[in-house]
C-alpha cells in the first residue's frame, strides 16, 4: 500500500507539514478500521468548534507561568543571573519546594541541557545554593556529548533525533536548554529558528513536557540606554515571540524609580498566553565564599503584607500556645488579610524553620518548631 505521507507533495502540504505531524496522519491511516480516501481523512479533521470541550485541561508546571505542552522562554543580558535562577528554580521543582516567590509546586523530573559552562562551574554553583538535590534532577553537558561524538544540534535533523530519543528514554516533565544559542547554528536565522522552535513545540506536545529556552537579549546600541525590556529586544524575537506561550526577562538596570528598595533584578512578564503574573523582584546575594542566596519578591508592597501576616501568625501562635495550624484555620482567623498573603507568610516560616509543614498542599499542617517562636520578618 502507498503510504499517505508519500503523497504530501501532490496535495501541496509539504511546506506546512513537518514530520510528526506527517507521521500523524500516517497513524491515522494505519490504524483505521477501513482505509479511506485521502480527501475523507482531511475532512474528518474538520470538527464542530463543540468538539474542544473534550480536551484535556492546562497541566501546570508552575501556576500562569509554565504548563505541560508549551515551551517559554527566559532571557536578558550576559550578567543577569540567569543561569542561577534556572538552577535554583530546576532543583526545587525536584524536589517540590516553592519556586520564585514562594509559588508552591509538586515533584517533578528535569533534564538540563547546559551548553554554555563546564561541568566544574555548574557543580560550584549547585553547591553554593546549598539546596538538596536529588535523582529527579538530570542533566547533560553539550561538551560530553560532543567528547562521545553525539550531536546534540538543534539545528540538524540527527540532532534533533538524538535529543528526541534522550526525551523518550527518559521522559521528564521540565527541559532547559540553557543557553539555546549554544544548540543552534544561527539563531538570527528565521528560517532555522521555525524549524527549531516548531520541533521544540511538537517535543513538548508529543512527550507531554515543558520545555524552557534559557536565552540572550540583543546587544545594545553604541550609546543606547536600555531600562526595560520589551520583545523586540529577544534574538530572533520574530519567530520566538510568536510562538513561545510564556516570555520573561531578567532586567538588572536600574530602576530605582520603579522600587523603593532597588535589588539585582526583577523577572519581568513580556508575552503570556495565560494569566499576566507580576514582576518578580529577586536578589543574588554572596552569602561567604561558599555559599550563594536567591531572594524572590513580588512587589514591596506585597513584602510588607508577608511580613503583617508573619507578625500576625506568629503572634496567635505564642498567645495561645498554639502546636498546629492550619491555612484554612489562618484565613478563617485573619480575614483582614489575604489568603495569598498567608500561604506565602506560611512558606517563608517554613524555609526560616519556624514551622515544620506535613501533609498535602490542600490539607497542610503546621507546627510549631520551638513552641515558643519570636516575631521574625521575612
Known sequence: MVKFTDNFEKLGLDDCLDKYKKDYFQQLVDNAETQKTKDELLWDLVQPISSIQTAKSIEWIVPNMFAKGYASVIFGEAGSCKTWIVLDFAIK????????DGIETTPHKVILFEGDTTNVLIK??????KLKVNDNFLYINRYDSEMAGLELDLSSE???NHIENIIFRRQPDVII???LISYVTNEKDPVEMKIVIDFLRTLANKHNCHILICHHARKRESGERR????QSDLIGSSVINRLASFI???ETADFENDLEDCPKGRLSLKKTWFKSIKPIIYKVRDIDTDTVQIDYETTVEEKRGVNRAVEAITNYVKSGNIKNITRKELVSKFSDIPETTIKKALTGMVQLGLFEATGSTKDRIY???????EPNKL
Open 367 to 373: 507546627k510549631a518548631i520551638p513552641p515558643e517562636i
Open 158 to 160: 540527527k540532532g534533533r
Open 248 to 250: 520573561i526577562a531578567t
Open 124 to 129: 560550584e554553583r549547585i553547591n553554593k545554593l
Open 93 to 100: 521543582i525536584t524536589t517540590g519546594m516553592p519556586v520564585f
Open 227 to 230: 531600562n526595560k525590556f520589551d
Open 177 to 179: 536548554f540553557d543557553t
